[in-house]
């Protein structure tokens, strides 16, 4: 009987490990699949059309130069590579103001030959219309035929997934809010994080440890959002009155409030694995002559690298994986952050603050579960690089 409930516990946690691992392998695959569909998308936003006149010497424009076309940034095909003459902007909306309603149909059905008539007689017209209109025998160039690709996402500078007519998906901006701020949130919660787990480990009282420990594991359970309301209404203030900014929502504030969140996880992990340090192998320590902090230096710390590095990992997974106090604290703006004083925006809140206006199956939508597939990696990489370290400094 015993043998075989030990059987039967033994099948339910291998039937537990595989459908968990099965699980995560989908979502795994979900996630690349979603984001792989963005190099599908074309340029233009779907359904219409971007044309030229069929003179115009110019055949391709990227996602930036048409955006900066119709904001009226660039004036002249000269400065895309055509001829010296002044660019027209024509949008599906100005059509009235080129043709009377009657000369379009009761129904519009004359709207395709009058779109094509007006392409070929203005040489210098950039023309954006629904592509139900475009007509069968087109006078003009097409160039809303290009597809989205791996170097306008991965090395674009610009996010700006509702610009019309050609949205903009660039990595850059994101990435480097994103690495920005968990940097400054390791940086200051590391240190701060190994001296009160050291401290709580070899150099406080039974009392005074009861007393931290369970304080310290609560902050761990306290819901993001409030980190973010607290960082909102005190850090924020703070950091503008002293550092004298503009602006209180920056990348050093998004720090401050992830190394606050961070802390609870490193001191926890860090402390328990310094915990483990056989007494043997102090009490040797310091039986040959080492001080109480050459013992904690030299053996503890050594000795409990490997929890130490967990700690270290599950505390850059905090901060690169953190949401909604980073939404609420960094300013939020999709640009390229020039200082750790400027406000930026992160991956994480992007598809946070974006993913519910995505509609499903569009650019917008595939462009944010690629960003998920590159935080993914990210974190992948991140955990990979330091556990090769951690198992080369336990070789050593």
């Given at each position: 009987?015993?043998?075989?409930?030990?059987k039967l516990?033994?099948g339910g946690?291998?039937i537990?490990?595989?459908?968990?691992?099965?699980?995560?392998l989908?979502?795994i695959?979900?996630l690349?699949?979603?984001?792989g569909?963005l190099?599908?998308?074309p340029?233009?936003?779907?359904g219409?059309?971007?044309?030229?006149?069929?003179?115009?010497?110019?055949?391709h424009?990227?996602?930036?130069?048409i955006?900066?076309?119709?904001?009226?940034e660039?004036?002249n095909?000269?400065?895309?590579?055509?001829?010296?003459?002044?660019?027209?902007v024509?949008r599906?909306?100005d059509?009235t103001?080129y043709?009377?309603?009657?000369e379009?149909?009761d129904?519009?059905?004359?709207?395709?030959?009058?779109?094509?008539e007006?392409?070929n007689?203005e040489?210098?017209?950039?023309?954006?219309?629904?592509?139900?209109y475009l007509a069968?025998?087109?006078?003009g160039?097409?160039?809303?035929?290009?597809k989205?690709?791996?170097?306008d996402?991965?090395?674009?500078?610009?996010?700006y997934?509702?610009?019309?007519?050609?949205p903009?998906?660039?990595?850059?901006?994101?990435?480097l809010?994103?690495l920005?701020v968990?940097?400054?949130?390791?940086?200051?919660?590391?240190?701060?994080?190994?001296?009160?787990?050291?401290?709580?480990?070899?150099i406080?009282?039974?009392?005074?440890?009861?007393?931290?420990?369970?304080?310290?594991e609560?902050?761990?359970?306290?819901?993001?959002v409030?980190?973010?309301?607290f960082?909102?209404?005190?850090?924020?203030?703070?950091?503008?009155k002293?550092?004298?900014?503009?602006?209180?929502e920056?990348?050093f504030?998004g720090?401050v409030?992830?190394?606050i969140?961070a802390?609870?996880?490193i001191?926890?992990v860090?402390?328990d694995a310094?915990?483990?340090?056989?007494?043997?192998?102090?009490?040797a320590?310091?039986?040959l002559?080492?001080?109480?902090?050459q013992?904690?230096y030299?053996?503890?710390i050594?000795?409990s690298?490997?929890?130490?590095?967990?700690?270290?990992v599950?505390g850059i997974?905090?901060?690169?994986?953190?949401t909604m106090a980073?939404?609420?604290?960094?300013g939020?703006?999709?640009i390229?952050?020039?200082?750790?004083?400027?406000?930026?925006?992160?991956i994480?809140?992007t598809?946070a603050?974006?993913?519910?206006?995505a509609?499903?199956?569009?650019?917008?939508?595939?462009?944010?579960?690629l960003?998920?597939?590159?935080?993914?990696i990210i974190?992948?990489v991140?955990?990979?690089?330091?556990?090769y370290?951690?198992?080369?400094?336990?070789?050593?």
């Open positions: 009987m015993r043998k075989f409930i030990e516990v033994e946690l291998l537990s490990g595989s459908i968990s691992s099965l699980a995560i989908l979502i695959v979900f690349f699949k979603e984001a569909g190099f599908n998308s340029v233009v936003e779907e219409y059309v971007l044309a030229l006149n069929k003179d115009n010497p110019v055949k424009l990227s996602p930036e130069k955006m900066d076309v119709f904001d009226a660039i004036t095909w000269k400065e895309l590579g055509g001829k010296d003459e002044d660019i027209l024509f599906f909306s059509l103001n043709y009377p309603e009657e379009l149909g129904e519009f059905q004359y709207v395709p030959d009058k779109i094509s007006l392409v007689k040489p210098g017209i950039i023309a954006f219309f629904p592509q139900q069968k025998d087109f006078q160039t097409v160039i809303s035929g290009d989205i690709t791996p170097a996402f991965f090395a674009g500078t610009e996010w997934p509702t610009s019309t007519p050609a903009i998906f660039g990595l850059i901006p994101l990435l809010g994103t920005l968990s940097i400054g949130a390791i940086i200051i919660a590391l240190p701060f994080g190994l001296a009160v787990a050291i401290y709580l480990a070899e406080a009282n039974i009392k005074t440890r009861s007393f931290l420990k369970p304080v310290i609560l902050l761990a359970g306290i819901p993001s409030v980190y973010g309301f960082g909102l209404v005190v850090i924020v203030p703070l950091i503008q002293i550092l004298d900014l503009p602006v209180g920056t990348a504030a720090s409030v992830l190394a969140m802390l609870p996880t001191i926890t860090a402390e310094m915990r483990t340090t056989p007494r043997a192998m102090k009490e320590s310091l039986a002559g080492a001080t109480q902090w013992t904690i030299k053996v503890i050594p000795y690298i490997s929890g130490i590095t967990s700690a270290v599950l997974g905090r901060a690169i994986g953190e980073v939404l609420m604290v960094t939020n703006a999709a390229i952050p020039t200082s750790f004083f400027e406000p930026v925006r992160t994480p809140a598809i603050a974006e993913l519910g206006e509609p499903a199956g569009g650019a917008h939508y595939e462009a944010l579960f960003l998920g597939a590159v935080l993914f974190t992948l991140l955990s990979i690089t330091v556990e370290i951690s198992s080369k400094r336990k070789i050593k």
